[in-house]
């Protein structure tokens, strides 16, 4: 038996290949953990890469190796999850022709390789595979606008971001009578996450067009999911959502808990981490939140946006979702003091100035 480091180190991995039974000693979640076999990420020259703070699941992050068929895609949107997802698809070998309203925004985007454009028009001329990674689908619909006169027959317009599902259903249809096929994308996971291949991307549309675009997520995904026709991705994003925002408040309440009994922040997350109270959201959040470090990842603004879409769904099939409508007034608390713009986690915040 070898441990990981010296598997890592002793060779390049292919993807898909059994690196083995690894044993993940002390910072195995359980020891269901412990028995489990991981594949290569497919990193080239090199190992999976390790981070005993973030759990096991790293072990088979995002595949960044060299593409068999380098593609190239559009991508309209380049902030937070634009960024990252633009450094994977180019750090795998892949063009990005890329439009952003910031101009640092673009420059960053061609430091990094990529061909940054004056307008969006120009992404969508340039390139048959088109991502959006916008705030909401608002700013989607205004770009679909702006670059209709440059859509063509056979083009995949991927939405990456969260928003109304009945718009990802309805997008469908008109562009699909257009012979333009459109994918709601949606990632479960912040930029960092994003940035280090361990987001999950959930996929509504045709089959065939998530055919050609399941590769090129799994540049930034360590799992990708068709979850059936248009705006299924949409839906199921809201699901996960809720679930993740929950389970990030229960943590913030907590360690705020913890703390007003005079505890330790950091010992009670590490206790909360090997306890059954365990959630992912303890590795990606938890650290943050004991630091105070509230430098945006994914922003608390985006996610009450979220929870409203939410709300606004449950409402419309006669679903009640109490702890949701408690999220809710939290959220619009921390937007009240001015938090909107700092990384989701920094609901903390407003549950201690509540004290």
């Given at each position: 038996?070898?441990?990981?480091?010296?598997?890592s180190?002793?060779?390049?991995?292919?993807?898909?290949?059994?690196?083995?039974?690894?044993?993940?000693?002390?910072?195995?979640?359980?020891?269901?953990?412990?028995?489990?076999?991981?594949?290569?990420?497919?990193?080239t020259?090199?190992?999976?890469?390790?981070?005993?703070?973030?759990?096991?699941?790293?072990?088979?992050?995002?595949?960044?190796?060299?593409?068999?068929?380098?593609a190239?895609?559009?991508?309209?949107?380049?902030?937070?999850?634009?960024?990252?997802?633009?450094?994977?698809?180019?750090?795998?070998?892949?063009?990005?022709?890329?439009?952003?309203?910031?101009?640092?925004?673009?420059?960053?985007?061609?430091?990094?390789?990529?061909?940054?454009?004056?307008?969006?028009?120009?992404?969508?001329?340039k390139?048959d595979?088109?991502?959006?990674?916008?705030?909401?689908?608002?700013?989607?619909?205004?770009?679909?606008?702006?670059?209709?006169?440059?859509?063509?027959?056979?083009?995949?317009?991927?939405?990456?971001?969260?928003?109304?599902?009945?718009?990802?259903?309805?997008?469908?249809?008109?562009?699909?009578?257009?012979?333009?096929?459109?994918?709601?994308?949606?990632?479960?996971?912040?930029?960092?996450?994003?940035?280090?291949?361990?987001?999950?991307?959930?996929?509504?549309?045709?089959?065939?067009?998530?055919?050609?675009?399941?590769?090129?997520?799994?540049?930034?995904?360590?799992?990708?999911?068709?979850?059936?026709?248009?705006?299924?991705?949409?839906?199921?994003?809201?699901v996960?959502n809720?679930?993740?925002?929950?389970?990030?408040?229960?943590?913030?309440?907590?360690?705020?808990?913890?703390?007003?009994?005079?505890?330790?922040?950091?010992?009670?997350?590490?206790?909360?981490?090997?306890?059954?109270?365990?959630?992912?959201?303890?590795?990606?959040?938890?650290?943050?939140m004991?630091?105070?470090?509230?430098t945006?990842?994914?922003?608390?603004?985006?996610?009450?946006?979220?929870?409203?879409?939410?709300?606004?769904?449950?409402?419309?099939?006669?679903?009640?979702?109490?702890?949701?409508?408690?999220?809710?007034?939290?959220?619009?608390?921390?937007?009240?003091?001015?938090?909107?713009?700092?990384?989701?986690?920094?609901?903390?915040?407003?549950?201690?100035r509540?004290?």
């Amino acid at each position: 038996m070898h441990s990981f480091r010296e598997l890592s180190g002793s060779r390049s991995w292919r993807i898909g290949e059994t690196v083995g039974w690894i044993p993940f000693d002390g910072f195995a979640k359980s020891a269901a953990d412990k028995e489990v076999g991981y594949s290569a990420c497919g990193v080239t020259g090199r190992g999976c890469p390790i981070d005993e703070s973030l759990g096991v699941r790293l072990f088979m992050s995002g595949r960044t190796g060299n593409p068999e068929r380098p593609a190239t895609i559009g991508l309209i949107g380049l902030g937070l999850i634009g960024s990252a997802v633009a450094e994977r698809l180019l750090a795998a070998g892949h063009t990005v022709i890329g439009f952003d309203v910031s101009e640092a925004a673009r420059l960053k985007l061609s430091q990094l390789g990529g061909v940054r454009t004056a307008t969006p028009a120009e992404v969508a001329e340039k390139a048959d595979i088109v991502w959006l990674a916008l705030p909401n689908d608002t700013i989607s619909l205004q770009v679909l606008h702006d670059i209709d006169g440059s859509l063509r027959l056979g083009h995949i317009i991927a939405d990456l971001g969260t928003g109304d599902p009945r718009t990802a259903e309805s997008l469908a249809v008109q562009l699909g009578d257009r012979g333009v096929t459109f994918l709601d994308a949606t990632i479960s996971g912040s930029s960092a996450q994003v940035r280090r291949g361990d987001v999950l991307v959930m996929v509504g549309g045709e089959e065939s067009a998530f055919g050609v675009c399941q590769r090129l997520f799994e540049s930034f995904a360590w799992q990708v999911r068709h979850v059936g026709p248009s705006g299924r991705g949409a839906w199921m994003k809201l699901v996960t959502n809720l679930v993740l925002g929950l389970n990030r408040a229960a943590l913030a309440e907590g360690l705020a808990f913890a703390e007003s009994l005079g505890l330790d922040p950091a010992t009670a997350l590490s206790v909360l981490r090997d306890s059954m109270a365990y959630s992912r959201i303890m590795d990606t959040k938890g650290p943050k939140m004991v630091a105070r470090d509230f430098t945006p990842e994914a922003r608390l603004s985006q996610h009450l946006k979220d929870v409203r879409l939410i709300r606004e769904a449950a409402a419309r099939v006669g679903q009640s979702l109490p702890l949701t409508d408690e999220h809710q007034r939290l959220l619009e608390v921390a937007e009240s003091l001015g938090l909107g713009d700092l990384d989701n986690s920094a609901i903390l915040e407003t549950l201690l100035r509540q004290s």
